[in-house]
């Protein structure tokens, strides 16, 4: 593959992946290198305003989106990481397409049009294209035997006017699969880890995840699987189980299977639940 057949990827991390969440942004650097992707990665990139703008100030939300927007190239795709940027860049975008008063702040505020025809999109997606599932059968390095309940949280899902989207669904249960990993059926795999409200209203949100991760308790998983950072924070902080099984990045996984041994230490010490006793037991950690 070369830059002029899709290798060549704009990138928004998002703040999770940029602070609390290095290891998976490390690991998911790991995988796009190992495949030949390059992402360029938007100069004075600026928060996405998660929930807690579009909650409290509308104005203030599009305005902190659009700035992004208007930093991305254009004739580039831009590879988004993390899924609640990823559903509020998809949004304003569309926003941007269908209203002209829209298009028109934009230009005030940027100094230059919106490129509406912008293609978005998570790394899902990007796997989906270099159909990962296919190259991985070929690497000796898999997570055999490990038993993982994978876990899209609600962000992937998509709003009514964003209806026709992908939600992504199966892709990890596939890939995962081809790794030689064994993917559990569990109840819970798209129920909202609370989110934002973690910060706000912990009292509300340790019930929630405590039942996420007990369901793949119960289904045998040995580990959580995520595509989240803000997800797989709040499973760790907020889960009050005596047992808690390890969460771990879907990049983590795949950078196991590409190679990563040697970087796997530095991303585990960031976790709070140790996964190196579990990984140690399949003979996947040294």
Known sequence: MNKKNGTRFSYFPGCSLATTAKENEQSLQYVFKKFGIELKELEDWNCCGSSSAHSINSDLA????????????????????????????????????????????????????PDTELEIIHFFDLFERM????????????????????????????????????????????????????PVKWGHYAQCCGSYLSAVRPDAITSKVDAIIQDAVDAGADCLV??????????????????????LHFSELLSMALGAKKR??????????????????????E
């Not at 009514?160 to 990993?181: D, Q, W």
């Not at 709040?234 to 009050?240: V, Y």
């Open 226 to 247: 995520t595509a989240c950072a803000m997800c797989h924070l709040n499973l760790e902080i907020r889960c009050s189980l005596k047992h808690p099984i390890p969460i």
């Open 131 to 182: 159909d990962v599932s296919r190259k991985i059968k070929t690497l000796s390095e898999k997570p055999a035997g490990l038993k993982v309940a994978p876990y899209y949280g609600c962000m992937l899902a998509r709003p009514p006017e964003m209806r026709h989207e992908k939600n992504y669904y199966g892709l990890m249960e596939k890939i995962l699969s081809s790794m030689g990993a064994e």
């Open 62 to 113: 599009s305005k902190l989106i659009s700035r992004n927007l208007s930093l991305a190239p254009q004739g580039i795709p831009l590879m988004v990481a993390c899924p609640n940027c990823l559903l509020r860049l998809s949004q304003e975008n569309l926003h941007l397409k269908n209203d002209e008063k829209a298009r028109e702040r934009f230009i005030r505020n940027w100094g230059k049009p």
């Open 264 to 285: 796997l230490g530095g991303w585990f010490s960031k976790h709070l639940i140790n996964p190196r006793p579990l990984l140690r037991s399949k003979g996947l950690y």
